[in-house]
């Protein structure tokens, strides 16, 4: 039973994160709304721009950086390189383990070059907009 605790613990305390992330959101934004509605309960004038940054969002529509992307990639790549190694040593002590675990590491090395992939693409269309950009 031990390891099927281990692992609802983990779930558990994701969503408790997720959860706590969302209401912390929610929090803040309800008070922001509430300095903005005491504001004008008050016949105090707001300026549009201090409306506009109150009730803007911290998360700006900036483009992603292609570098970026492509450090999570070798970050990504270096954990699956890692954990199917670990699935050669771990093979010593339990040989039913190794092909879970080299396939998990496997997959993680398929995320790593999908990033990889996607960062390519991501320089390549950002490229291609500039030029098209810079014809007169």
């Known amino acids: 039973m031990g390891p099927y605790v281990v692992a609802v613990a983990f779930w558990v305390f994701v969503g408790v994160v997720v959860v706590a992330g969302i209401v912390a959101d929610y929090m803040r934004r309800r008070g922001t709304v509430d300095v903005i509605r005491t504001a004008i309960e008050k016949g105090q004038q707001l300026d549009p721009a ?19 992307v492509k450090l999570g990639g070798i970050i990504t790549l270096a954990t699956g390189v890692g954990i199917a190694l670990l699935a050669f040593f771990i093979s010593r002590i339990a ?42």
């Open 50 to 68: 201090l409306i506009e940054k109150l009730t803007a969002s911290e998360h700006r529509d900036e483009p992603i950086e292609p570098l970026h």
């Open 95 to 136: 040989p039913v383990a190794l092909y879970p675990i080299l396939g998990f590491g496997v997959v993680v090395i398929c995320v790593g070059v999908g990033l990889f992939v996607g960062a390519n693409m991501l320089a390549g269309a950002r490229e291609r907009e500039r030029s098209r950009n810079d014809r007169p």
